[in-house]
């Protein structure tokens, strides 16, 4: 599984991985991860989560020790309060920051220089009730715009650039899903640039976000969040 390059905004990397690992891809992948982390592999009931995870951090590693120059199984990973991977040890100051996202066979990798960055990227289901998921978790005015304000036949694509944008924004602060998906709003019509419109998340400016579309195989969605 060979990570290469899409297109991205200055300053920030983008690596895409397709394709599910052969035997002897993992075998190797796994050699990179450190003892915890074969822990947290083994605790995986299910096989294809476990190869999933090997798979991911492996691919991170090999990422991470391009970037530094350095061997990916002396890298030290340690997570915040919510999840959200780091650095640490002695890359700890290296100024790097990353972020991952995986769906399907897809995986996606974002490192920057100083600059929080967050990626999503989701496979299309059939049948998904994007309406009633908006009106669930989205803010008020979203769900508005995605029923009114296109066709029907878009709701779809438009649900999923809604989705991966707001996503990729809580990975970017790193708080996961302790802010809730109503408390800011994304664009996600066709006709729209990617940005963030409103926040009620006390200390956060909109402007203080940039948002990208990625591009990704066909039948997935994705974005990147970074702040300025």
Partial sequence: MQPRAVPAPPGIDLWLVEGIATESERSLL??????????????FKVED??????????????????????DPASIRLQE?????????????????????????????????????VGVDVERKKEGLAVEAIAQRYFAPEE??????????????????????????????????????????????LPDEPPAMLRTEIVGEDPHDWQVFDVAVPEGYVAALVARR
Wanted: hydrophobic share 40%; proline share 3%; charged share 25%.
């Fill in 30 to 43: 796994q050699g990179l991860l450190s003892e915890d982390e074969r822990a947290r592999a083994s605790a």
């Fill in 143 to 188: 769900a508005r715009r995605l029923l009114e304000q296109a066709p029907s036949e878009q709701r779809v694509p438009n649900f999923y650039r809604c989705w991966t944008r707001k996503e990729a924004y809580l990975k970017a602060k790193g708080t996961g899903l302790t802010t809730k998906l109503d408390e800011f709003e994304v664009t996600f």
């Fill in 80 to 116: 915040g309060e919510h999840g959200k991977p780091s650095l640490g040890g002695m890359h700890a100051q290296s100024g790097i920051e990353f972020n991952v996202a995986h769906s399907g066979d897809v995986f996606l990798y974002a490192v920057s220089r100083g600059r929080a």
């Fill in 49 to 70: 989560a476990r190869a999933s995870f090997i798979v991911s951090r492996g691919l991170l590693r090999t990422i991470l020790g391009d970037a530094l120059a350095c």
